[in-house]
């Protein structure tokens, strides 16, 4: 069984930082994708920024410059790095990975709980 568990969420004003974490845990052969989505009140969920295999990074427009994605491939965890935070970055944040697990070695996707993210003065 693989386990994504996210933490960092939380209230800023808008302009503020935060950042996420989301470790994978369990019985992990390979992380063929590991990233976050959100979801807003009344929307659909959305990309946020996710790593790739092959090194490929992806970001929504409405990020760009502003998030930023990293990760520790030893600890099976990414962070996202949230700048200038707007009040429509307010979301619901999934973490999201594409993984295999180390009995069956085939592909899944799992989601985290959800950390709330909310921008406002």
């Known amino acids: 069984q693989v386990q994504l568990v996210e933490s960092g969420g939380g209230l800023v004003q808008p302009g503020g930082s935060l950042r996420l974490s989301c470790a994978a845990s369990g019985s992990i052969f390979n992380i063929r994708a590991m990233g976050w989505y959100r979801q807003a009140p009344g929307k659909q969920r959305e990309l946020v920024a996710i790593?790739?295999?092959?090194?490929?990074?992806k970001y929504a427009d409405s990020v760009k410059g502003r998030f930023t994605i990293s990760r520790d491939s030893v600890k099976n965890t990414v962070y996202l790095q949230m700048n200038s935070l707007k009040p429509e970055d307010t979301a619901v944040y999934y973490c999201?990975?594409?993984?295999?697990?180390?009995?069956?070695?085939?592909?899944?996707?799992?989601w985290g709980q959800g950390t709330q993210v909310t921008v406002s003065s």
């Open positions: 790593f790739i295999d092959g090194g490929i990074t």
């Open positions: 999201y990975g594409d993984i295999s697990n180390s009995i069956t070695k085939t592909y899944d996707a799992y």
